[in-house]
């Protein structure tokens, strides 16, 4: 199993820039999230989606959109980028099976960075 | 909101000496989780070891093992016989029982010294 797949892993955005951070679970995990953790900190939730169809806000969602149009896929898009949005990125799944509750599974990250 | 604090920006340990991580927690909520997570500089996020809190056994994983007191609100980590593999930035997380909302601490760098 791949597990939770990010691409890119590495890209520098210019300010105003859109783009897309790609996530793919092949877990068949209805929860999925989106996270992003600034320099010294830890990671903050920026959306979430329990299902196909369904998407939620987290704590820090302004600059961002997302969209679940499979159980596989959670694209988080970017529109405008901004310095502030100078991080890195992590998707995240996690299963409903009640032998492992919340048995988060990570991505390896996308590391962003607007000039 | 429930709000994680890791006090202990730094710590560091001697190879196969025993080290331990502190982490408190505020919330209103019975029902819930903790975790303590690792990120090496690979950047991958690894669980280290998870706790319900309605169970008043503390979890262990081999070397790793948690001090759980729910009326303190304290969730500390415990690494014993320290490796040098087990240097990286150590995040204490919590989410409540039928919450997705993952809060996360600012972490705390382990080294370990040979």
């Known amino acids: 199993n791949a597990g939770v797949t990010q691409t890119p892993k590495f890209r520098i955005l210019k300010i105003g820039q859109s783009m897309t951070l790609q996530c793919t679970q092949d877990?068949?995990?209805?929860?999925m999230y989106w996270y992003r953790q600034d320099p010294g900190m830890g990671l903050k939730l920026i959306y979430y989606?329990?299902?196909?169809?369904?998407?939620d806000k987290g704590e820090v969602p302004n600059g961002y959109n997302v969209s679940r149009s499979t159980t596989e896929d959670f694209p988080l898009r970017l529109e405008l980028a901004a310095p502030s949005q100078t991080s890195v990125y992590f998707c995240?799944?996690?299963?409903?099976?009640?032998?492992?509750?919340?048995?988060?599974?990570f991505g390896s990250g996308t590391r962003l960075t607007v000039v | 909101a429930q709000t994680v604090t890791q006090s202990q920006p730094e710590m560091s340990v001697q190879e196969a000496e025993t080290v331990t991580l502190s982490c408190t927690y505020d919330?209103?909520?019975?029902?819930?989780?903790l975790f303590w997570y690792k990120q090496p500089p690979s950047r991958q996020m690894i669980l280290v070891i998870r706790?319900?809190?309605?169970?008043?056994q503390n979890a262990t994983e081999n070397r790793f093992s948690v001090n759980f007191q729910k009326a303190a609100k304290s969730f500390s980590l415990k690494i014993s016989d320290s490796q040098l593999g087990d240097a990286a930035m150590y995040f204490c997380?919590?989410?409540?029982?039928?919450?997705?909302?993952?809060?996360f601490g600012k972490g705390t760098k382990l080294t370990v010294n040979p």
């Open positions: 706790q319900e809190a309605y169970k008043q």
């Open positions: 997380a919590y989410v409540g029982g039928g919450s997705e909302k993952l809060v």
């Open positions: 877990m068949n995990h209805n929860y």
């Open positions: 995240a799944s996690r299963s409903q099976g009640a032998a492992t509750p919340y048995g988060y599974t």
């Open positions: 919330t209103s909520e019975s029902d819930y989780y």
């Open positions: 989606s329990v299902g196909a169809g369904i998407t």
